[in-house]
């Protein structure tokens, strides 16, 4: 089921904050308030930031066709291997 509502995005680097968007260290998740985002940034500032759409697309380019309620089957298609989890 494909819902049409807001996100918002959080980017995880187990490496840390200091890499580019297209290194393969990070993960993004979807949140759908802001403020469950900011929790789980606050959780772990080290390794986690709020991002923008424009900069989840960056990190996870399934995000220009699909949005996190899709079913991502063949995401490797779209994607370079780095799935968007939906909290």
């Known amino acids: ?3 049409k509502h807001r996100h918002f ?3 995880s680097s187990y ?3 200091n890499y580019t968007y297209d290194s393969p260290c990070w993960d993004l998740t979807a949140f759908d308030s ?3 985002r900011d929790a789980y ?3 772990d500032s080290e390794h ?3 991002v923008s759409i424009a900069t989840a697309r960056k990190i996870s380019p399934w995000l220009r066709k699909c949005n996190p309620h ?3 089957t063949g995401y490797y298609t779209y994607n ?3 799935e968007v989890y939906h909290a």
């Open 70 to 72: 899709d079913d991502q």
């Open 9 to 11: 995005y959080a980017a």
């Open 34 to 36: 802001s403020a469950e």
């Open 1 to 3: 089921m494909t819902k």
């Open 15 to 17: 490496m840390g904050l």
């Open 48 to 50: 986690r930031e709020s």
């Open 80 to 82: 370079t291997g780095r």
């Open 41 to 43: 940034v606050a959780d």
